[in-house]
């Protein structure tokens, strides 16, 4: 009796025990891992770039008048201190006049109040005067002399902004733009300029660096400009600065180069490339863009422990080159990382890897 019993329950009992260890194992989802690889080195990269001027200036009146004539045009090139217009100032005369007139007045009551506080106070050693007469006379050559210094003073202003009807270049340059003509009533102060004066034997060179490059930038570093307009050829550069911060809504590093212009061959205000030779930034690890993962906290993806247990992890991005995405933080060489990972997969959940494809080769 006994023998049959276990003749029949232990058969049963095995196919029981198997379909639960087949229940449990089935009860795992199986995953794919790939690992990050790195890409390749980023090599003499081009970027657009904006060529300026190294020192430009609007020129503008500071006395108010009639334009009585310029004396340069566009493209014309000037010297430190070379006249540009002569500005007519009928009125500023006219005040000077006055000033002058104001301060010969002044001059005058001035020579008078030094005779009469000496004479009051000799006076005054004999007493045939009153200390306080010799006092008022005391006090009357002060004004009279405080009166002098600001008449002179106010001719001192005039004769200043008298010396500003003639236009004259702050610097050496190239007359970029005139905007006035003979005749045309100017306002000191007015927002409207005359001439516009560039210096472009050096010119300075704009470039925006994403931020994948931008620690590999430094200043003193080689770079070469290209113009359409210059098929082949290639202008030597340097980078002299950098803003030493990412602009925010475009996550890119502003750096300055300045490139030599003494031939006058590069016109300022051109559009460019630059190409970044000595940059050697290493290169970024990249991952297949079906590993990701869009959750509302953020670019996420699957990490496979080594205890098979899932972990969700926040990456950062950089680059998109379609089948293959660069990834700037979040990951290592060594992370396993789930590929084609489910909407429901969650932290803590255990999995089976199963097969790897073959590592994906850097883009």
């Known amino acids: 009796m006994a023998l049959a019993f276990v003749v029949g329950f232990l058969p049963r009992w095995r196919a029981r025990q198997a379909l639960a260890a087949e ?4 009860a795992v989802p199986t995953v794919t891992v790939v690992s990050p690889v790195q890409g390749k080195p980023v090599v003499g990269v081009s970027l657009p770039a904006e060529v300026r001027p190294y020192v430009e200036a609007p020129i503008y009146a500071r006395a108010s008048g009639f334009v009585k004539g310029w004396l340069v045009d ?13 500005i007519d100032t009928p009125e500023l005369d006219q005040e000077l006049a006055r000033a002058r007139a104001e301060q010969a007045q002044a001059e005058a009551g001035l020579a008078l109040a030094k005779t009469t506080a000496t004479r009051w106070s000799q006076l005054l050693k004999t007493a045939s005067v009153s200390e306080q007469e010799t006092a008022e006379k005391q006090a009357d050559l002060a004004l009279k002399t405080a009166t002098v210094e600001a008449a002179r003073a106010n001719v001192r202003r005039l004769e200043e902004l008298k010396s500003f009807a ?19 009533l100017i306002t000191a102060g007015s927002a409207r300029e005359l001439f516009r004066l560039a210096q472009t034997r050096t010119l300075r060179v704009y470039v925006r660096v994403p931020q994948t490059l931008s620690r590999a930038v430094e200043s003193g570093q080689r770079a070469e400009l290209t113009l359409t307009e210059f098929p082949g ?9 950098t803003a030493g911060a990412m602009e925010p809504d475009s996550r890119t590093l502003l750096i300055e180069l300045e490139v030599d212009n ?68 979040g990951v290592g060489p060594t992370d396993r990382v789930i590929l084609n990972p489910s909407d429901s997969l969650t932290a803590g959940a255990t999995v089976r890897i199963g097969a790897s494809p073959k590592t994906l080769a850097a883009k």
């Open 23 to 26: 229940t449990r194992e089935l």
């Open 74 to 86: 566009i493209g014309d090139r000037v010297e430190s201190g070379q006249l540009l217009a002569e």
């Open 166 to 184: 003639s236009v004259t270049a702050p610097f050496a340059g190239i007359i970029t733009a005139r905007r006035t003509d003979v005749g045309q």
């Open 233 to 241: 050829r290639k202008f030597e550069a340097k980078i002299v600065r």
């Open 262 to 329: 003494a031939r006058g061959e590069i016109l300022a205000g051109s559009y460019a490339q630059v190409r970044l030779t000595d940059t050697g930034a290493e290169a970024a690890l990249t991952l297949p863009s079906n590993a990701l993962l869009f959750r509302a906290e953020g670019m996420q993806v699957g990490l496979v422990s080594s205890n098979d247990k899932v972990e969700l992890r926040r990456v950062t991005l950089g680059r998109d080159f379609g089948q293959v995405v660069e990834v700037l933080e």
